[in-house]
């Protein structure tokens, strides 16, 4: 069974720019997490998506944004981007509010902002 | 809201040596609980989990039992290796919220 798959693996932007990160979970999850990750930060929860609809949010800015589309994947985007916006994005997949939770995880888009 | 608090790192110890690392938790509801654990250059792989009092989650050599009383889920493992070298996430989810809550992380360095 295939896991949780992220792209781009490197991603280099300049300040003011916009990313846009893909995640494709494992088949038969609904749900889409996403995580930011930065240097001495730990893991802060950024959007969850369940069935299509965005179902909770991390205390981040508006310009973080994102969708899952009809087969459950999803993008994040993050439109002017800004030096502190350099982390690992992490991707993870689960079955929603139908189980406990837990979450498999990709191996993350790291962003790095110039 | 919810939040886990992790020991301090970083860990490093002798391989065989005996492996604490303690985590406890706050939460409003009954969450279940995770210890991810990430090894360098990779994402997030579940090592274990526990979703109700009492239950010990297992699994390659580690163990972790769910404490109600003390709101814990410290993970243990009897002889670590070189190959346990990484950094180690509690986690805690609870039904119906979405995402999970990590702790901060702790770097446990195994030298032979």
């Known amino acids: 069974e295939a896991g949780v798959t992220q792209s781009p693996t490197h991603l280099i932007k300049t300040r003011g720019q916009q990313a846009t990160l893909r995640c494709s979970p494992i088949?038969?999850?609904?749900?889409v997490y996403w995580y930011q990750q930065a240097l001495g930060l730990g893991l802060q929860f950024l959007l969850w998506?369940?069935?299509?609809?965005?179902?909770n949010r991390g205390n981040f800015p508006p310009r973080f944004s994102g969708r899952q589309f009809p087969n459950y994947s999803s993008e994040l985007n993050v439109n002017a981007l800004e030096l502190e916006d350099s982390a690992l994005y992490l991707c993870?997949?689960?079955?929603?509010?139908?189980?406990?939770?837990?979450?498999?995880f990709g191996p993350g888009t790291r962003l790095t902002v110039l | 809201g919810d939040s886990v608090t992790q020991m301090e790192g970083p860990v490093t110890l002798s391989e065989e040596a005996f492996l604490t690392i303690n985590c406890t938790y706050t939460?409003?509801?009954?969450?279940?609980l995770f210890w991810y654990v990430q090894y360098p250059g990779e994402g997030l792989q579940l090592l274990l989990k526990?979703?109700?009092?009492?239950d010990k989650g297992s699994n390659k050599g580690f163990e972790a039992t769910y404490r109600k009383e003390t709101t814990s889920f410290h993970l243990e493992k009897g002889s670590v290796q070189v190959s346990d070298s990484a950094v180690y996430f509690c986690?805690?989810?609870?039904?119906?919220?979405?995402?999970?809550?990590f702790g901060d992380g702790t770097t446990l360095t195994v030298k032979p």
């Open positions: 993870a997949s689960g079955s929603g509010t139908r189980s406990y939770n837990e979450q498999f």
């Open positions: 088949s038969g999850h609904t749900s």
């Open positions: 986690a805690l989810s609870e039904r119906d919220a979405g995402k999970s809550t």
């Open positions: 939460a409003t509801g009954y969450p279940s």
């Open positions: 526990a979703t109700k009092a009492d």
């Open positions: 998506y369940d069935e299509g609809e965005e179902r």
